[in-house]
């Protein structure tokens, strides 16, 4: 990268915002409209909203938003067709860098919204991966987390049940009643479902593996779904007080459970929030959640309504996909997805069952370096930026409207320690894309 300047590490997690200031002799006085604002206003919500409702802002999209509201934001995002991309090209060698490939492209759509940020959010809830699935298997069970994504909860739990992938992934393809394999048992109630200490007990476990035994995934037929009844189970099983004799029966007692509202809504407003809800908060989401029969729309609608929506800013860390979507974006390129993989979360491919877990890792030394090394890669390409105000015209295009004056102070620094349009635009790209608010969602 040309230049020496580091940024701090030690930046708030929700830093104040600040106004850019003149830094050096060489840049002329700003004058710009581009610059950051001296509090925080709606420009800063409204790029909030972006980040949370969909896979964040494109360059002055937040500009060009001017007059509406954040809360009209929402309800814009809220109310927006659901977006339905063109299926990926597979069918070759390369389907396994082509799917992964695809989704990012889907995600990155100005047109993906809040529908496919829950399309993610379930991927990572409900997962299933390339290691024991085949690309077009994980693209199918793609398409019933589309259709499902913001519809109903037990519809789509109903179907994840005995979808192809999920029967490989979890070892229920050829699982037998007299002998059940009880990995997707055990996951349905402890992650899929009710949560660890829900309080069913190792014998629901296994009555429930027996009563989901009997299906398997047919390879001469199109990978079709088929239920063996000489497999499944001969009678009523005990299950969380009440008999089942069917996967469906088990989903059914499984949603039905006094957890499953809780733990479902829970999960959703950690994702859309940044964080577990406190204990009366999560009462009135589990009751807005069970009383609509687990619809998610309603769910989600309460979540992102409510004034902690707007208030939880800049509260987690980017995920290693939000970030390096913000980082083609902001840099206007086609970065191929190979950092996904050292980063540690390529789509379609989540390292266990629990999915992505914990947030802390997006921002681990092993995570920064990966970072610096596409920022250094690809920040020579990136556009020149308005001589008059740089910092003010990348911020803009990175949609950062709270940036702390450490990290000010860096890009200011940095653009009056080179002379070349080129080579400033260049480190002042690479620099923002490590600063500590490009990291935070």
Aim: proline share 7%.
């Amino acid at each position: 990268m040309v230049g020496s300047c580091s940024l701090p590490h030690d930046a708030p997690m929700a830093p104040q915002t600040l106004s850019t200031q003149r830094r050096t002799r060489s840049l002329s006085p700003l004058q710009s409209r581009r610059a950051v604002p001296t509090v925080i206003d709606d420009r800063a919500l409204r790029a909030h909203v972006l980040r949370r409702l969909s896979f964040g802002a494109r360059a002055w999209q937040v500009e060009e938003l001017e007059g509406t509201s954040p809360t009209d934001l929402i309800e814009q995002l809220l109310g927006a067709e659901p977006f339905w991309p063109d299926d990926p090209v597979l069918g070759s060698d390369d389907d396994y860098s082509r799917l992964p490939a695809w989704w990012l492209d889907v995600m990155s759509d100005e047109r993906a919204g809040v529908h496919d940020r829950m399309i993610w959010f379930w991927h990572g809830h409900l997962t299933s991966g390339l290691d024991k699935a085949s690309p077009s298997l994980m693209y199918r069970q793609h398409q019933l987390l589309r259709t499902h994504a913001m519809g109903n909860f037990r519809s789509m739990l109903q179907e994840i049940t005995v979808d192809a992938a999920m029967l490989y992934w979890l070892d229920g393809a050829g699982s037998y009643a007299g002998a059940p394999n009880e990995n997707y048992a055990r996951e349905l109630m402890e992650l899929f479902a009710l949560g660890h200490g829900a309080g069913y007990t190792e014998a629901d476990i296994r009555s429930a593996a027996r009563a989901l035994a009997g299906w398997w995934v047919d390879g001469d037929t199109d990978d079709e779904v088929r239920f063996d009844p000489d497999s499944g189970p001969t009678e009523s099983l005990p299950f969380l007080d009440r008999s089942v004799a069917s996967a469906s029966e088990v989903v059914d007692a499984v949603c039905d459970h006094p957890a499953c509202a809780p733990f479902v809504a829970g999960n959703v407003h950690e994702h859309l929030v940044g964080a577990w809800p406190e204990p009366g908060r999560l009462d009135e989401l589990a009751r807005v959640f069970a009383d609509s029969g687990l619809e998610i729309r309603p769910l989600v609608e309460a979540i992102v309504r409510h004034p902690s929506f707007l208030e939880q800013r800049l509260n987690r860390p980017r995920s290693a996909v939000e970030w390096f979507i913000a980082v083609r974006r902001l840099f206007d390129l086609s970065i191929d997805w190979w950092p996904l993989d050292l980063l540690g979360q390529v789509p379609f491919n989540p390292p266990n069952v629990a999915g992505w877990s914990g947030t802390a890792r997006w921002l681990s030394v092993g995570a920064e370096m990966t970072k610096a090394q596409v920022a250094y890669d690809n920040a020579w390409e990136t556009a020149t930026l308005d001589e008059g105000d740089p910092v003010g015209d990348l911020l803009g295009r990175a949609a950062l409207y709270e940036v702390g004056q450490p990290t000010l102070d860096v890009l200011w620094q940095a653009a009056g320690a080179v002379e070349s349009r080129r080579d400033r635009s260049t480190l002042l790209h690479g620099l923002l894309a490590m600063s500590p608010e490009f990291s935070l969602a």
